[in-house]
């Protein structure tokens, strides 16, 4: 059974940051590609940042040089360090992973079957 549990949201003012941490288990003896989505109420949910196998990142563009991905698979722990955050940055952010994806070659919603229950982002400017 695959779980993953996020933590590390909260409210900042803009120009600060966060780091969210996805604790995982249940993964197993496989290949994940591992992502960040945030959602706000209303719109579709997207991808903020995905990492794969190989610890090759991929990002929306919008958070590029800000945000960085990143996993410890000892710890099967994912991170997303978000820096200089700003208020289009608020949103619920989702930890996902897919599996039987060395690279990442899904990066929609759909393509992601687990998910996690979500951690609050909120930017005050």
């Known amino acids: 059974q695959v779980q993953l549990v996020e933590s590390g949201g909260g409210s900042v003012q803009a120009g600060r940051s966060l780091r969210l941490t996805c604790a995982a288990s249940?993964?197993?003896?496989?290949?994940?590609?591992m992502g960040w989505f945030r959602q706000v109420s209303g719109k579709e949910r997207e991808a903020v940042a995905l990492i794969d196998t190989t610890d090759y990142p991929t990002y929306l563009d919008s958070v590029k040089g800000r945000f960085t991905i990143s996993q410890d698979n000892a710890k099967n722990t994912l991170y997303l360090q978000m820096n200089n955050l700003n208020p289009d940055d608020t949103a619920m952010y989702f930890c996902?992973?897919?599996?039987?994806?060395?690279?990442?070659?899904?990066?929609?919603?759909?393509?992601?079957?687990?998910w996690g229950q979500g951690t609050q982002v909120i930017v005050s400017s």
């Open positions: 249940g993964l197993g003896y496989s290949t994940w590609c």
């Open positions: 996902a992973a897919r599996e039987f994806d060395t690279y990442c070659s899904g990066g929609l919603e759909g393509d992601f079957g687990y």
